[in-house]
């Protein structure tokens, strides 16, 4: 396991390769679908965002409320294919990673190449044991989204495998030819 501690440094997603195992310490930002739509929109009017992803990771999850004593609820990734039409903007701000599960479109990969960028995947359905590297959650943009509204995590060796690496190696495409051979 690499850990790591954002915001990302060029030097450090230049390190990164597809397959590694990362632990993520430090804050991310949480978007989704309708969140995405309102950075896009306000980016293409050169208007400021509600918050610096300069740097930054995005989180694609909606989590759901925390129950006592815990600082949110179950908190897994959603597929990331539903952010692509927004991503590109994003990663040409400066945006530098985004964690979520799923493929990407080819836009999206030639922008993370472009940007320098990377994108993470995170275990599907462990949602639950996703929260529990969370330790800090509020919401810091858009409450009127409810679960989809732009949090603000400060998460601890948060596990997530590189997907996709600044020098547009994928690991969706690389893995399965490597079995093929085999």
């Known amino acids: 396991m690499i850990k790591i501690t954002t915001p990302l440094s060029e030097e450090v997603i230049e390190k990164l390769q597809i397959g590694d195992e990362v632990l993520i310490n430090g804050v ?13 929109e306000l ?4 208007e400021e965002l509600p918050v610096n992803l300069k740097g930054q990771i995005i989180y694609y999850v909606g989590p759901t409320p925390a129950k006592p004593g815990r600082v949110i609820g179950s908190a897994g990734p959603t597929t990331s294919g539903r952010m692509d039409k927004y991503t590109p903007r994003l990663l040409d ?3 530098k990673g ?5 493929l990407r479109n080819k836009e999206v990969q030639d922008a993370i190449v472009r940007n320098k960028a990377i994108y993470f995947a995170a275990i599907g ?5 996703l929260s529990k590297t969370i330790v800090k959650s509020e919401v810091v943009a858009y409450p009127d989204l409810g679960p989809e509204a732009i ?3 400060e998460v601890v060796d948060f596990p997530a495998i590189v997907v996709i690496d600044a020098r547009g190696q994928n690991l ?9 051979k085999e």
């Open 28 to 40: 991310i930002f949480t978007a989704r679908d309708a969140a995405h739509k309102k950075l896009y």
């Open 43 to 46: 980016l293409e009017k050169g």
């Open 93 to 95: 701000y400066g945006l």
């Open 98 to 102: 985004m964690i979520g599960k799923g």
């Open 125 to 129: 359905g462990a949602g639950a044991l």
């Open 151 to 153: 949090y603000r995590l």
């Open 172 to 180: 969706y495409e690389v893995g399965p030819e490597k079995f093929r």
